[in-house]
């Protein structure tokens, strides 16, 4: 691997020891700022239990390929693919690694309406999608994804796991035993990994080194995905980690640290759309979720909204309505449908009391 000398190193094809038998191999992500996909390795005798199968593309075939071939490993000595979750670059992979090396294929049991539901729309989930959008006040970005929108190079392979993994239960590496540990709100079947003995965590992308993960971008969004969210922070958070193996980024051993940094992030982005949602003219209805995602700041260069990409602006949107959902539910603002779009006011009377918060809020 080449040495850490900036923040995308990374990202760098090769493979890195990062555990005992465990090895991080980084699988390109063709066009997408994340740069690559981790995909772990962990051998056991002449098998292989992969966490994450990387982007369906021909170039992250051939380095996942590489990658095994480091380790005295073919691709058909792969037994085992545990998924974190449905996002295109961690199962992009896992159904031609089934078909390729026989291995069984393991996702949460959370992502089943969500794969179901792609499965039976052949427009893997567009259309819900654009309606979406229409009610979070984004006709245009809504226009721009019927008319195709960004596309991945390759699609990928959606098919039924072999197993449906339930919060609790456990995945057999060799003798290694990793507990699931359900942790709704990138999506609402994200799962991470734990492994006691070796107090590591397979972190997904629940919880990465440098930037926030995305909330709720799935085609049947949870309720309220924030709110699962940082419920699941905390849950990871307790567990005595001393190394966190996340989906992008390098390895780091400062798990509750970097969740602290996450729970005050989010509370800094609450604290900001309950600002934003003032002033509302007299006789107005209310601000959509568009308008209140244009009056705030993104990114670390604090861009407006309309400086993102496409594909950007539409995260952002989607993240407001989850962090103005939150606001709704704790009492401090209202959410009404008018005309199909949802729109917001700041509540009239707060609740009693100072705002709770994050569901423990601690400075970073």
Do not use: K
């Not at 997408?32 to 075939?61: E, K």
């Not at 400062?254 to 969740?259: K, S």
Request: hydrophobic content about 40%.
């Amino acid at each position: 691997m080449a040495p850490v000398t900036d923040r995308h190193a990374w990202a760098e094809p090769g493979v890195e020891a990062v555990g005992d038998e465990v090895f991080r191999i980084p699988l390109p992500l063709p066009g997408d700022a994340l740069r690559a996909v981790n995909v772990y390795a962990i051998r056991a005798g002449a098998a292989v239990t992969l966490v994450d199968a990387g982007w369906n593309a021909p170039a992250s075939w051939t380095a996942l390929e590489q990658g095994l071939r480091r380790l005295g490993r073919p691709v058909a000595a792969v037994r085992l693919v545990a998924v974190t979750h449905l996002h295109h670059d961690h199962v992009g992979q896992a159904a031609r690694l089934r078909e390729a090396a026989g291995a069984t294929l393991l996702l949460g049991q959370g992502e089943r309406p969500s794969l179901e539901q792609l499965l039976a729309d052949t427009d893997q989930g567009r259309g819900r999608l654009i309606a979406r959008l229409g009610r979070l006040g984004a006709g245009d970005l809504a226009e721009q994804l019927s008319q195709g929108g960004p596309e991945p190079q390759e699609r990928a392979r959606y098919e039924l796991p072999d197993l449906y993994l339930a919060d609790g239960s456990q995945v057999l590496a060799g003798e290694r035993r990793l507990t699931v540990i359900a942790t709704p709100g990138h999506t609402h079947g994200h799962v991470c990994l734990w492994d006691e003995g070796e107090r590591t965590l397979f972190a997904g992308d629940h919880v990465l080194p440098h930037i926030t993960p995305s909330i709720g971008l799935e085609p049947v969004p949870a309720r309220r995905p924030l709110a699962d969210f940082l419920t699941s922070l905390e849950r990871v958070r307790a567990l005595p980690a001393e190394r966190v193996l996340p989906a992008h980024g390098p390895v780091f051993d400062d798990l509750a640290g970097r969740v602290d940094e996450l729970l005050h992030h989010h509370q800094e982005r609450l604290d900001a759309c309950r600002e934003a949602l003032h002033p509302v003219p007299p006789g107005a209805g209310g601000v959509d979720a568009r308008e209140v995602a244009g009056r705030i700041r993104w990114t670390r260069a604090a861009r407006r909204l309309h400086e993102l990409n496409w594909f950007n602006q539409m995260l952002a949107v989607g993240e407001t309505a989850a962090h103005l959902d939150v606001l709704v539910d704790r009492g401090l603002a209202t959410g009404t449908e008018q005309d199909g779009v949802v729109r917001y006011r700041a509540a009239c009377s707060p609740p009693s009391g100072p705002d709770p918060g994050p569901v423990t809020e601690r400075s970073p």
